[in-house]
């Protein structure tokens, strides 16, 4: 208990220093939103009347508290230059960018979890080596790259398949459930096989570990076969490290999504941000950042929760090493 | 009496080379390792080379000739403006070159001070630090490309600070179990006990000790910036337009995908090539420098 205390403030702590960090960087921005807004040859007037109706000549401490203030009450503000809440919009990317990394978590663990499992437990060299390039190069791919290969092999018009749409969101959004859902494969797809690479060298480097430990002797010894052992015991003893890694890798693709959703032009969190920004949409950025960090900060404190509770051995070793 | 100490720092100085020596052979002798050494060896020489020299000009863009097929004088062809492309590659080695050094250069740097730091005998500085860099870890590197790049707008700077922060924290959450372990040695309580101050015990005792993993993981690190550089500068927030960059090339290559569709394959290889060369050079290097797998370096 005391570690879920303990850990809770820490996440308290970091979500109060990341909101400091974030408001700080946003209004060193040369060339405020309230110039962007009245154009480039608008009167000095005018934009000190955008100022003061947005609030941004008022003290950077009072913005900051109420901006906080806001957050606390659910209220992301409006954006400057749409006028409509934060919140809404962001619900509406969020309902592409989720489904988005979720098949492409589904992906990643058919893909990382099946060939780390058999890179494991060959015994044949080539077939090792085989997985070991695989797991390499795969990693290596930049996520652009990846996705613009899948394009020229499956996309619709360019690709050599043609089979599946590489550009774009259907308009009526989830109503839609088939060409929503085909819209997501590719994306996915690209997410899903890079960091499919990634969780095998750790699926790999995890029941490894596991494989040369005492545990498995004993499971052996008890008459199980080498495969048999790693299946019903070892995947379960990898489980509190495979969690850890699947947890921050989840949060590391809304990131990772940014560059996909922009090439397969999808109105999610990621893409949206990114216009945002262009568009200096000062409080629209300050607040989907915020979103966003808090994001992580949360998935990193469930995981650590759930790995602690996931494997026991981590209470005793911590209680153990403070004595 | 200053003969045998005249001998001894002559030792350590042959030592230190031998050991270097000795990493460098056992990385060659292995085929991956190879392999490693020969890419990034080509990466250098050719950012070197793209300084005073490349095909054609950089800016000689020629409106007769845009998107041209590979020819004698355009071994790549041209892309939209009529600009080399092969030309343009070899010109972003040396940006990419860049930023990898200086991102790895400040991780090294920010995740060594924060190692210490952590370690430190200074509770309340070690407790602030550990709690610090648990906050700030989960924080990705895109992230913080964004926060910065409002007030600094696209730069290279952006990519470099932003890597060098988040690589700098993971560096230290992995260095810092060996640090803790060098910090609470016997050798180190007996230099403490002759009066050793806190920086002479980071500097001879907790950072040679830490060594392996760091170059270990700053070589990884040098092959995510590279990634880091397409990804961010794809996204507007990286290397600036008239930069030459891998992630530029690919990024304008993007943009005209339906209609030349293989001018996307060169900049994305070479990025890929170069990151599995830097991956690999840490994989070896990490059995290279550590005496239990590299019997040799337990004779020097």
């Known amino acids: ?323 | 009496m200053t003969q045998p100490s005249g001998k001894v720092s002559k030792n350590r100085g042959t030592k230190s080379s031998n050991k270097f020596a000795i990493v460098l052979r056992s990385i060659w002798r292995r085929g991956e390792g190879k392999f490693a050494l020969i890419v990034l060896a080509l990466w250098v020489a050719v950012s070197l080379i793209s300084l005073v020299w490349t095909p054609q000009s950089l800016w000689a863009t020629d409106g007769y000739h845009v998107w041209a097929k590979p020819s004698a004088a355009h071994w790549l062809g041209t892309d939209g403006t009529g600009a080399d492309v092969f030309s343009w590659l070899m010109a972003g080695a040396h940006t990419n070159l860049f930023i990898a050094i200086l991102a790895v250069i400040f991780a090294g740097a920010l995740g060594i001070l924060l190692m210490g730091a952590m370690v430190s005998r200074n509770s309340a500085l070690s407790n602030v630090s550990v709690v610090a860099v648990d906050a700030l870890i989960s924080i990705p590197t895109v992230l913080i490309a964004l926060i910065l790049a409002v007030p600094m707008g696209a730069s290279v700077a952006v990519i470099i600070i932003a890597c060098g922060i988040g690589y700098g924290l993971n560096l230290a959450r992995i260095a810092r179990p060996q640090a803790l372990l060098a910090a609470n040695s016997d050798y180190v309580a007996s230099a403490l006990s002759y009066g050793a101050s806190g920086f002479s015990v980071m500097l001879y005792h907790i950072l040679p000790n830490t060594m392996p993993t760091i170059m270990v993981q700053l070589s990884l690190s040098a092959g995510t910036a590279v990634l880091a550089e397409s990804g961010l500068t794809y996204l507007g927030v990286g290397v600036p337009s008239g930069v030459p960059s891998w992630g530029h090339s690919l990024a304008t290559s993007v943009k005209f995908i339906n209609v030349y569709p293989l001018t996307v394959l060169w900049p994305g290889l070479i990025v890929t090539v170069v990151v599995v060369a830097l991956n690999v050079f840490g994989d070896v290097l990490r059995d290279a420098v550590d005496p239990v797998t590299n019997p040799e370096l337990r004779e020097v």
Request: glycine share 12%; hydrophobic share 55%; proline share 4%.
């Open chain 1, 1 to 323: 208990m005391r570690f879920v205390i303990q850990r809770f403030l820490l996440f308290v702590a970091a979500l109060l220093a990341i909101s400091v960090v974030i408001f700080a960087a946003l209004r060193i921005l040369p060339g405020d939103v309230a110039s962007v807004m009245a154009g480039l040859n608008a009167p000095p007037e005018r934009v000190a009347q955008l100022r003061s109706q947005m609030g941004l000549d008022r003290p950077l401490v009072v913005q900051y508290f109420s901006w906080m203030g806001g957050l606390l009450r659910g209220n992301f503000g409006t954006s400057l230059l749409t006028g409509r809440s934060i919140s809404s919009t962001v619900a509406m990317r969020a309902s592409v960018t989720f489904p988005l990394i979720v098949l492409g978590l589904v992906v990643a663990l058919a893909i990382g979890l099946t060939l780390g499992v058999v890179a494991t437990l060959t015994t044949r060299s080539a077939v090792r080596s085989a997985f070991h390039f695989v797991a390499i190069v795969g990693g290596a791919i930049p996520a652009l790259w990846g996705g613009l290969l899948l394009i020229l092999l499956f996309g619709r018009g360019t690709g050599l398949l043609g089979i599946l749409p590489s550009q774009g969101f259907p308009e009526a959004g989830w109503s839609s459930f088939g060409s929503a859902l085909a819209s997501l494969v590719l994306p996915a797809l690209t997410v899903g096989i890079i960091d499919g690479a990634s969780l095998m060298r750790y699926t790999r480097s995890a029941l490894g570990d596991v494989m040369n430990s005492g545990y498995m002797d004993q499971a052996m010894a008890c008459g199980y076969t080498r495969r048999q052992a790693a299946l019903k015991v070892g995947l379960r003893l990898a489980t509190p490290q495979l969690v850890s890694v699947v947890g921050l890798m989840f949060a590391g693709m809304i990131t990772g999504v940014m560059v996909i959703e922009n090439l397969f032009a999808l109105p999610g969190i990621g893409a949206g941000l990114v216009t945002d920004l262009g568009n200096r949409d000062l409080i629209a950025v300050q607040s989907e950042l915020f979103m966003l960090a808090a994001f992580f900060l949360l998935v990193g404190f469930l995981v650590d929760l759930l790995h602690r509770f996931l494997d026991p051995r981590l209470k005793h070793a911590v209680q153990g090493g403070a004595q």
